[in-house]
């Protein structure tokens, strides 16, 4: 591995006498770990589920180094939603951001989705994630991430943070701003970082760092908390960011970080105190690099809502004062709307009865009000949040499922938010049967004697007590509804 004379020359000045050790550090070969969705299972009940010999990443509660053979990216227990595979130093920063339930927050540069599947855990279905990414592409790749994970109170959004920050002025209670830059942290791991390194270094990344912590800032409340972080170790892309940013925002202060034995404290680059910060090494710990910095804006106030007259979607009715039959009438009434016009043959398809019909066989307390459409699209807004006019976005909410052709087809993201518990229709199979991996493949799988005995129509298929989506019993067999985009190869 050839590194660049100039990053060198930076790790040298940085690191003074460690500067051998971190050179030392490229001989070893990178780390690879897992994080426990403690929003499906504890991390108790997973060791005892698995049994790979795994090791604690000791600076999160819920993270384990596994060994290669293990190949947990091919285990039915990775499409129950039951894990994340995440670099150890990564798991860091939305570990250090304070979260309690009924939170509002931010993932502003979300995808792939590891920080946001964390914090969307730690939030316990409560409150509301808002998980953004500019690039449409990659923001595809963190819904998946999300609904495999069972993630119903979440925003996905492609929005520029600019147009984000105007429509959420003091919003949220915590924000994560994990930013775009250098990579320098993951040249072990990625050697393609190196050229990109050459192409784009340092101080072509840091200006667009300090735009975007200027516009998290202004969707930050008083008091809540703003976790910056990247995956590299140039001054300029993170103490030189923080130095300037506090200067420019007095309301703004650095707080300690939870720590941890090998954490490195951040270096003074002017006159302020920055050793509240934390740099990761691949030479003090098992990671491959990363830095934090949280900071807290002064006061106590409360959230503001979001800008007047942007959070208003006429597809959605929605009224959180009014009594169950009372959102029924209404519900009812848009039914009769919608209706009209239509030929009576076709009158009794509506989308959101017939997701009404289906959700009849689950076991869970649907708020009537909650629902909305797009088209033939039903969906179920757990979060309460009604997404803004003008802003792009791919998912509010959870996806209930498609009528076609006057049928209502459930997603796979309702499958996975389901457990075997509030579905009347399961098929819950070991990990280790052969039919579970064939289901994963797309597969038709057979019913086993005494398996699902009297039983008819849409099932859910499950592994060691997880979702892992629908099928639909056809006699002796299940036709396979997993969705096609999530297959095994």
Sequence with gaps: MELPMEFLEQMKNMLGEAYPDYLES?????????????????????????????????WVSNGFYYEDAANPAKHPHYYAGLYYLQEPSAMTPASRLPVKKGDRILDLCAAPGGKATELAARLKGTGMLVANDISSSRARALLKNLEMQGVENMFVTT???????????????GILLDAPCSGEGMFRKEKTMISYWKEHGPSWYAPVQKTLIRQAWQMLRPGGYLLYSTCTFSLTENEEVIDEFLEEFPDMELCPVAP??????????GK?????????????????????????????????????????????KENRKKSGKQEKQNLQAAQQKRNRGRKESDAGKDPLESAREFLSHTRRDWNAGKFFCRQDQVYYLSSGMEPAEGIR???????IGTVKKGRFEPSQALAMALTPETFDVVLDLPAEDERILRYLKGETIGIGEGELDGKNGWVLVCTDGFPLGFGKIAGAMIKNKYYAGWRMV
């Design 260 to 269: 941890c034995e090998g954490f490195a404290p951040g270096i003074t680059v």
């Design 26 to 58: 490229f001989s070893h070969p990178a780390h690879s770990a897992l994080r426990v969705n403690t929003g499906k299972i504890s991390v108790e009940e997973f060791r005892q589920k698995t049994g790979w010999n795994l090791r604690p990443v000791p």
């Design 393 to 399: 976005y791919l998912r509010t909410g959870l996806w």
């Design 159 to 173: 929005e520029e943070p600019g147009r984000l920050a105007q429509i959420y002025p003091e919003f949220f209670d």
């Design 272 to 316: 302020r105190d920055l050793s509240d910060c934390v740099h990761i090494f691949p030479h003090r710990m098992e990671g491959e690099g990363h830095f934090l910095a949280l900071l807290r804006k002064s006061g106590d106030g409360k959230q503001r809502e979001m800008l007047s007259g942007a959070g208003r979607n006429p597809e959605i």
